[in-house]
């Protein structure tokens, strides 16, 4: 199981990014995936998690309506848009397969002018 995320950088306060992360090893198609984040000194929370068939999305209430996320089976990858940033989106954001309990090497995001 691998998963290789990218994406990441430094982005002005109100800019976007979008990150993606690239799975192998498993049936993507099958698995639900989350992105999650840790900020420094603060611990991992989840950001978002979309569902393996129906492509359900959750998120968190500090994300809604500024964060998508989003797959794309033919790719095994998964995607996270991220847009109107703010400085507390400054953290490592880390893809996740949670039927597998995998996780990838993860990708920094830093919002700041």
């Known amino acids: 199981v691998q998963l290789v995320e990218s994406g990441g950088g430094l982005v002005q306060p109100g800019g976007s990014l979008r990150l993606s992360c690239a799975a192998s090893g498993f049936t993507f198609s099958r698995s639900a995936m989350s992105w999650y984040r840790q900020a420094p000194g603060k611990e991992r929370e989840l950001v978002a998690t979309?569902?393996?068939?129906?492509?359900?999305?959750q998120y968190a209430d500090s994300v809604k309506g500024r964060f998508t996320i989003s797959r794309d089976n033919a790719k095994n990858t998964v995607y996270l848009q991220m847009n109107n940033l703010k400085p507390e989106d400054t953290a490592v954001y880390y893809c996740y397969c949670r039927g597998l309990y995998a996780w990838g090497q993860g990708t920094l995001v830093t919002v700041s002018s």
């Open positions: 979309i569902s393996s068939i129906n492509g359900i999305r």
